[in-house]
């Protein structure tokens, strides 16, 4: 068995893609750097993440196939889900081997299972950039706490920076500890060492604009006004609503 280590970024697999070809060597197993191998491992290798073999890679691909398959790729990259990274390796692989092209054909295993892990990521992106609830900051500054179940984030950041391009906002993630920051310019990657400015998924009181308090009772109740008791259907609600979703939006805080 052949063991690939490397550091779990997308650059670093699509060097792993052109190191494997260099050594005309293809791992069964991709771990992250420092891993324990399997018992049966033959052969380790360490890749180290190169931009040049990983932009070489890249270019490989977008000359080969459709820009809607490398979205998919990266999609199904985003999903994070387990063994991902060995089905997009597998895909690559597949595509510069083959002389057709193989995007639309669903009778190789990998193909489909790469296009419905991009399916659900792209859904997921879909719910984020429906139920993203902004709270303003005393400073007039517009947070968004979310914990999307994939890795959406930077697939909706274009989207709100044309969306809300005349305020100053930060989308981040608390599942996995980064956002972004968009100074009316640019959207750049931050880090926050305090997450506790947000408790329960809204910001912290003492940090939050008087307007604020007041806008959310008032969207609390449009909220409750537009209920019809007699049409309430729980199940058919956390299906167009899912319940993970519940913690950030103001209308399902008590």
Not at 26 to 52: H, N, R
Not at 214 to 242: C, D, G, V
């Amino acid at each position: 068995m052949i063991i690939f280590y490397y550091d779990k970024t997308f650059e670093g697999l699509l060097t792993a893609v052109f190191e494997a070809y260099n050594r005309k060597q293809y791992p069964d197993k991709l771990l992250l750097t420092g891993e324990l191998p399997p018992l049966f491992a033959d052969d380790c290798v360490e890749i180290i993440t190169d931009s040049e073999k990983s932009g070489r890679v890249w270019k490989g691909l977008v000359a080969k196939i459709q820009r809607n398959t490398l979205n998919m790729i990266t999609h199904a990259w985003l999903s994070e889900l387990e063994n991902v990274d060995s089905l997009i390796f597998r895909y690559i692989r597949k595509t510069f081997d083959t002389t057709h092209s193989i995007e639309s054909n669903y009778a190789y295993p990998d193909v489909f299972d790469l296009m419905q892990i991009a399916r659900k990521t792209g859904k997921e992106k879909h719910r984020l950039i429906e139920f993203i609830r902004f709270q303003k900051a005393a400073d007039d500054m517009y947070f968004a706490p979310v914990s999307p179940e994939h890795n959406v984030l930077p697939l909706i950041i274009e989207h709100f920076s044309d969306r809300f391009h005349y305020q100053k906002w930060i989308i981040y993630d608390m599942k996995r500890n980064y956002g972004y920051y968009y100074d009316l310019n640019s959207a750049t990657e931050i880090t926050l060492e305090n997450t506790d400015l947000f408790q329960e998924g809204k910001l912290n009181e003492q940090m939050m604009a008087e307007d604020e308090k007041l806008f959310q009772k008032m969207w609390k109740s449009y909220f409750k006004a537009l209920t019809i008791q007699e049409r309430i259907n729980p199940k058919l609600h956390r299906q167009h609503l899912p319940k993970r979703f519940w913690k950030y939006l103001t209308e399902k805080q008590d």
